[in-house]
């Protein structure tokens, strides 16, 4: 079964450093995702990405965050200047997209970033 | 404006016993609606989804939802729960129509105890 992967698994950074957190969404996917989760709250909308560009993005998806889609492969989230508040799992997720019926995302299995 | 309430973070039921995890939406469009499932470490499965079908869903490892419109609910049961059940449980809200992002509840855990 076509799978969402994500690398790294975990990534301990220290505040003030970059980090790009990097995804691989299914190959005939055409929507792409980034959500977040603190250790212990819900999963958060992040920001969504399709034909090259942010269709939506929330109110965490400040400043210091940004999305590529370098090589047509690869789906990227950087923080250019990570903060305490920053450690969380980063989940990406892609779904097909369709002009109808429901939008099934598929999640990779995270990245843990912590942020010392 | 959508969104999700899970009634219960934390759920704990015994080996056997029915397994019942509470879900209400809101929403101004009719809606569609997810079940997900995290195992510890490890990231979110699909369990099962309303789509605006069949309003009696069943999903993978014997679960099932019903969507109650009436209710605004999308409860999760199974009838009988197994040690290997015990994860954390997202019920997730969108729409149709292209590109529609997934709105979480804030999640309930299951334990299942001997």
Redesign the interface.
Known sequence: EPEVTQTPSHQVTQMGQEVILRCVPISNHL?F?W?RQILG?????LV?F?NNEI??KSEIFDDQFSVERPDGSNFTLKIRSTKLEDSAMY?C?S?E??????????????SRLTVL | AQSVTQLGSHVSVSEGALVLLRCNYSSSVPP?L?W?VQYPN?????LL?Y?SAATLVKGINGFEAEFKKSETSFHLTKPSAHMSDAAEY?CAV?R????????????TRLAVHP
Do not use: C, P, R, W
């Open positions: 929507y995702y959500y709250q819900k999963v958060e909308f969504s399709y269709s939506e989940f997720a779904s997209g369709s002009d109808s019926g429901a939008n099934v995302l598929t999640f990779g299995a995270g | 569609y997810f997900y490890q990231g979110l499965q699909l989804k789509t997202f969108t149709s129509g292209g590109y529609n992002k997934l709105i979480f509840g804030a999640g």
